[in-house]
C-alpha cells in the first residue's frame, strides 16, 4: 500500500525527511512504553493545486469532545476493520477517515511513507501520520457537519511563508508553532508536524519566532 514509485519531484526532500527523521525531532511527546493510548492516524495529504504544492486539511466541528474547532489533518481513531495498529491498520485508517470526512476518493491516493508514531497527552491518542500524494484529486467538501467545520487546501508556499507563522502560548506555558492561513489559527499537533516537515524537508524560511499568538484556557 506504500510506493514512491512515480512521486513528482518536487516531494522528493518529503520523502527524504520521512525517511530519515527521528521520533524525537518530531516530538519530545512519545507513545506511553506501557501501550496505553487510542491507536488512531492522519492523512498528511500532499496535492498540487493552482499555486503549486498544497496540503488537505480540515476543522473540526466545535461539537466534538476531543480539538473542537481545530484545524486538523482529515483522521481519527483505528476499528477493528481497519486492521492490525502495527501493521497495516494505520494506513487503511487514514484513508477510511479522510474519505468519511471530507468525501475524497481514496483510490486517487497514492501512500508513500509513514512517519514515527506520536503521542497527543490531552487526548491520549497515539497517533500515526501517514503521507499520501493526492495523484488523481476527487471533490472535497464536508460530508457530516457533526464531525466537520469546513474542508480546505492550504499552499505550501503560504505555510513557508514568514508573514504567516507564529508561536501559540497557552496559559500553561506551553509554546508551540502556527500558521495563519485560509482564516484559520493552525496549531497543536497539525502544526507541529507541518512544522518539523517542513524544516526537515528544507522548506522553511526564517520567521520570527516572538510573533506571538496566545491561546485562552479552553485551548
Not at 518530531?26 to 492516524?41: D, I, K, T, V
Amino acid at each position: 500500500m506504500v510506493t514512491k514509485d512515480g512521486l513528482p519531484a518536487w516531494l522528493d526532500p518529503v520523502v527524504h525527511a520521512v525517511e530519515t527523521v527521528e521520533p524525537l525531532q518530531l516530538s519530545r511527546f512519545l507513545p506511553p512504553e506501557n501501550g496505553a493510548g487510542r491507536q488512531s492516524a492522519v492523512l498528511i495529504l500532499f496535492g498540487e493545486g493552482a499555486r503549486g504544492p498544497e496540503l488537505l486539511l480540515m476543522e473540526r466541528a466545535s461539537s466534538l469532545r476531543s480539538h473542537a474547532g481545530q484545524p486538523s489533518f482529515p483522521g481519527g481513531a483505528l476499528d477493528p476493520q481497519d486492521g492490525d495498529p502495527k501493521a497495516d491498520g494505520p494506513l487503511r485508517a487514514a484513508l477510511r477517515e479522510a474519505e468519511e470526512e471530507t468525501g475524497l476518493d481514496p483510490s486517487g491516493v497514492q501512500l508513500f511513507g509513514v512517519l514515527p508514531k506520536l503521542y497527543i497527552p490531552v487526548s491520549g491518542f497515539v497517533v500515526t501520520p501517514v503521507l499520501g500524494w493526492w495523484r488523481e484529486p476527487t471533490p472535497v467538501g464536508v460530508v457530516d457537519p457533526a464531525e466537520t467545520a469546513r474542508v480546505f487546501t492550504v499552499p505550501v508556499a503560504d505555510l513557508t511563508n514568514p508573514a504567516h507563522r507564529a508561536t501559540t502560548v497557552h496559559p500553561s506555558g506551553h509554546r508551540g508553532p502556527a500558521f495563519l492561513v485560509e482564516s484559520a489559527l493552525v496549531w497543536g499537533f497539525t502544526a507541529g508536524i507541518i512544522d518539523r516537515l517542513l524544516h526537515y524537508a528544507g522548506w522553511e524560511l526564517p520567521w520570527d519566532r516572538e510573533n506571538q499568538v496566545p491561546l485562552d484556557s479552553r485551548a
